[in-house]
Structures are given as C-alpha cells and as structure tokens.
C-alpha cells in the first residue's frame, strides 16, 4: 500500500531530524529536560511526547501506541528546524493576520480553524472553560472564555471565545506572540493554531471534524 502524501512528509521529517543538534537546540530555546541520554521530552498544549534519539520517531507518553497526526508531528520537528539562532519572544500577543508573513493565509485560517471553534463551543462555555482546566491552561480576563495554553514551553499561545447571542454568532480568536516566526515556520503557525483549537475540542470529548 502506498503511503499518502502526510507520511511521506512525516517519514521526510523524521530522517531529517536525526541531523538535529538537539542539546544546542533545547539550550536555545530554553526547552526543560533535556538530557546526553536517552530520549528527549518536550510538552505540547498539556500533553507530554518523547523524541527517540534512535529513529526520531514521536510518540505520546501517556498513550505510546497513538497514532498522532501529523499536525502534532510536524510542529515538533518544525519547532527544532526553524528556530532562530538565539530566538526571544516580545511578550506581545497579535491576532493571526499581524504574525509576520502570514497574512496571506488569514481567510484560511479564519475559515477552517476559528469557526469550527467557535460552532464547537456556541451555547456551551462552561464545556469550553472545563476542558481548558481539564490541560491545565490559564484563564485570562480576555474574552467570555479565554485562556493561555503553550504550544510549547517557548511558545505562549492566547485562545479566546465569545459566546453568540441572538443577534451574533459565537466568534473565536488565537493570539499569538508578535515574535512567532523567529520560532517556527510562519505556515506552522497556522498548524499551531489548528493544534491548539483540537486540543480544547479533543478534551471536551467533540470530535473537531464535525463542525468543519
């Protein structure tokens, strides 16, 4: 059986990756537990993964024989490829289409992320606000539901909702911080955003692919 296009990618990736030099990379990026032996840790939106030093492959701490998507995938390999030498965030939180170059992609983005969020949480806040507890997010003040998850421990995100009314649709935004694209491809942003908004939809027991 042919593999499709996402595990070719992915299996491109992975050999790519055993050329990484990981312990200058989680220095950098000042990523914890990083050890000379055995396989490197790194959190992404509440969940714990393991990278082998052996093959590069990436897998689920909690639940080692998932299958994880390819989105999951990437943005960890992205994260140690693209990185800037010596990257620092602003500390300032911008909406997708203020993300340096990625404002060609902000109708995308718009379309096929924040609005299935925001149709997968219309009338249910209180599910929206349990799942951000259930990852362990912080809530902030911003939004009828807000909350900053990490991406990674170098990578703040800011999720928001506003719940709909009789008059207005529930609406959703992503924040991100100004300096992103020193840490990642800005296309990875966009992944970045989708993996936040699963992460939440996933937790609250929704399957994302319903309100696409």
């Known amino acids: 059986m042919r593999k499709d296009n996402y595990e070719l990618l ?37 969940r714990l993964y393991m990278i082998s030093r052996e093959d590069g492959r990436v897998r689920d701490v909690e639940k080692p024989d998932r299958k994880l998507s390819y989105q999951t995938v990437l943005s960890i390999y992205h994260l ?44 249910r806040k209180e599910l929206l606000i349990e799942a951000g507890e259930k990852l362990g997010y912080k809530r902030i003040k911003y939004s009828d539901a807000g ?18 009314d009789d008059e207005f649709p529930a609406q959703a935004n992503i924040l991100f911080d100004e300096n992103i694209t020193d840490f990642t491809h800005e296309e990875t942003v966009v992944v970045i955003g989708e993996n936040a908004v699963r992460s939440l939809v996933e937790a609250a027991g929704l399957d994302f692919n319903d309100y696409c």
């Open 10 to 46: 992915i299996e491109q990736w992975r050999e790519k990756s055993l050329t990484f030099d990981y312990k200058e990379r989680y220095e950098a990026l000042g990523l914890p537990g990083y050890s000379d032996d055995g396989d490197l840790p790194i959190e992404s939106f509440g």
């Open 80 to 123: 140690f490829y693209f990185s800037a030498k010596r990257p620092v965030n602003s500390g300032r939180f911008v909406p997708f289409r203020d993300v340096k170059r990625c404002a060609p992609f902000d109708p995308a983005f718009k379309k096929l992320i924040l609005m299935p969020f925001a149709r997968a949480f219309e009338g």
């Open 147 to 164: 909350f900053e998850a990490r991406a990674f421990e170098c990578m703040p995100v800011q999720i928001l909702f506003w719940d709909g």
